[in-house]
């Protein structure tokens, strides 16, 4: 652990400033990154202006919005994952095979961090890539990986979780969330029926490593034109499955 002098406090702060942004926030304002951030005006104006000035954010004379610039904060580092580079050309030829997008991610707190995708078609009114962020409790892949913790540990992230609804079939109450996780973990899969955006489904299995623990989550999402949420598993569950078994075969 690093000693209280070798700590920088205005790097700390910048990164406070970026991970301001989201898919929902994306242009704010200096009033917006101080709320945000609990930094007080000054020094997020600071922070905002110098982000602009090295070109990893664009102002408008009131609002900032984050330059493709960022991701080469973390575009490098999420490609060097060994987990990333091994899955990647799996997911390749699932997403060939199925006709479907496919995705792998990882569980980071109360939400998924996207690490490969292949992408067949947008299903998705935004754009998904590595890196990419969704809240956990309401999407597949968060749910399978949230069943492989123990129950309290899944309890204590699904009470910390922002449980704001985004569609009207998004589930809200933290003990129905907690039925899905136990269902996932029985069933092996997890469905969701457009909880995180009408006209999406998606389907989700564990990966494991060769010792058996759970290192990610594998999925599918789909366009609603399924008569049934549980038609999915028919239709893709297999294929899943098969990546699945392969990757324990090669993941440390």
């Excluded at 997403?95 to 479907?100: F, K, L």
Aim: hydrophobic share 45%.
């Amino acid at each position: 652990m690093a000693n209280k002098s070798d700590f920088i406090g205005s790097l700390a702060k910048g990164l406070k400033v970026i991970e301001a942004f989201n898919a929902e926030h994306a242009r704010l304002s200096i009033s917006d990154v101080a709320e945000a951030t609990g930094l007080d005006r000054a020094t997020s104006r600071r922070c905002l202006l110098t982000l602009h000035e090295l070109g990893y954010a664009a102002y408008d004379g009131k609002f900032f919005t984050l330059t493709p610039r960022v991701l080469r904060l973390g575009m490098g580092a999420l490609a060097s994952l060994p987990l990333a580079q091994v899955v990647q050309p799996w997911l390749d030829q699932l997403s060939e095979q199925i006709g479907q997008s496919t995705s792998v991610s990882i569980l980071d707190g109360t939400e998924i961090v996207y690490l490969a995708r292949a992408a067949q078609r947008r299903v998705m009114s935004i754009g998904l890539m590595p890196g990419s962020r969704l809240p956990a409790h309401c999407t597949s892949m968060g749910r399978v990986l949230l069943a492989a913790l123990p129950e309290e540990e899944a309890r204590a992230l699904v009470d910390a979780s922002d449980l704001t609804p985004r569609t009207v079939n998004s589930v809200t109450e933290p003990e129905r969330i907690m039925e899905r996780l136990a269902a996932a973990r029985t069933d092996g899969y997890a469905v969701i029926d457009q909880e995180v955006e009408i006209g999406l489904r998606s389907i989700a299995v564990p990966l494991y490593n060769a010792h058996g623990h759970v290192v990610a989550a594998l999925n599918t999402g789909v366009a609603a034109v399924q008569s049934e949420a549980s038609d999915l598993a028919a239709l893709y569950l297999e294929p899943l499955k098969r990546v699945q078994d392969g990757l324990r075969r090669v993941l440390r």
